[in-house]
Each structure stands twice: as structure tokens, then as C-alpha cells.
């Protein structure tokens, strides 16, 4: 029988219903199921785009490096780009735009690759019952 200071909520979170009494007070752990769902969630989709705008930041450092840290040479750079991207037909428009899309990605993932220890370890940092040893 519940509390009286039980809400609906911990109501459900309670699965131990079972007749068994090798189950008895033995409740599958559904809030902490949840919470730790919730914060490796979390931590994924904060590794997911670190590395997608780090990989977005390559191309300005490079654009700066090339015009040797000077505003004014990465912005002459980043003009010629554009009239000269303007001024060409539309194949190679597209050749240049799959070019960018192939060399994005495969930032991002040499990105993620480099990174993805660090995370795995920090999230077996955050859940040490989950190791064994």
C-alpha cells in the first residue's frame, strides 16, 4: 500500500508486482534506468556537436593560417573564393559543393575518432558500478 506521501509518479516507478517471492523487493530501478538514459543522452549529444563545430572552425583556421593571421587577407581570400565560385558553371559548382560536403564529414569523423577514448572514459568514469574489476 503507497504513503500517503506517494505521487502518482512513484506509484509507477514501483514495478515490484510480482507473486514471486524470489522477485520481492527486488523492483526493477526505473528511475535511475531513466536518469542515467537522460545523462549518457546528454553527454552524446554534447560530444556530437563539439565535434561537429570543431569541425566547422577548421575551415576558418585555415582561411586565417593562409592569410597569416591578417582580417584583411582572410577576407581578400574569402572574396576571391566567392566571384570565382560565382563566375563558374554549374558542374563545377557542384563538383566544389560535394567537395566541401566529403571534406566536412570527413572532418567530423577524423574529429570524433581522435576524441572518442576521452568520452568513453568519461562516461565510465561517471557509472563506476558498471565496471568490473
Request: charged content about 20%; proline content about 4%; some cysteine.
Amino acid at each position: 500500500m503507497p504513503d500517503k506521501t506517494d505521487t502518482l509518479f512513484d506509484q509507477y516507478l514501483s514495478l515490484g508486482t510480482s507473486k514471486d517471492q524470489r522477485c520481492k523487493g527486488t523492483s526493477f530501478p526505473l528511475k535511475q534506468f531513466f536518469q542515467n538514459t537522460c545523462h549518457i543522452m546528454l553527454e552524446v549529444s554534447l560530444f556530437t556537436m563539439s565535434s561537429v563545430l570543431m569541425a566547422l572552425g577548421l575551415p576558418l583556421c585555415f582561411f586565417l593560417l593562409l592569410s597569416g593571421w591578417d582580417l584583411l587577407g582572410l577576407f581578400t581570400h574569402l572574396d576571391n573564393l566567392s566571384v570565382r565560385y560565382l563566375q563558374a558553371d554549374g558542374m563545377r559548382r557542384l563538383a566544389f559543393s560535394s567537395d566541401l560536403k566529403i571534406i566536412f564529414f570527413g572532418s567530423t569523423a577524423l574529429i570524433a575518432a581522435l576524441r572518442i577514448p576521452r568520452f568513453i572514459a568519461r562516461i565510465t568514469d561517471d557509472f563506476p558500478e558498471g565496471r568490473e574489476g
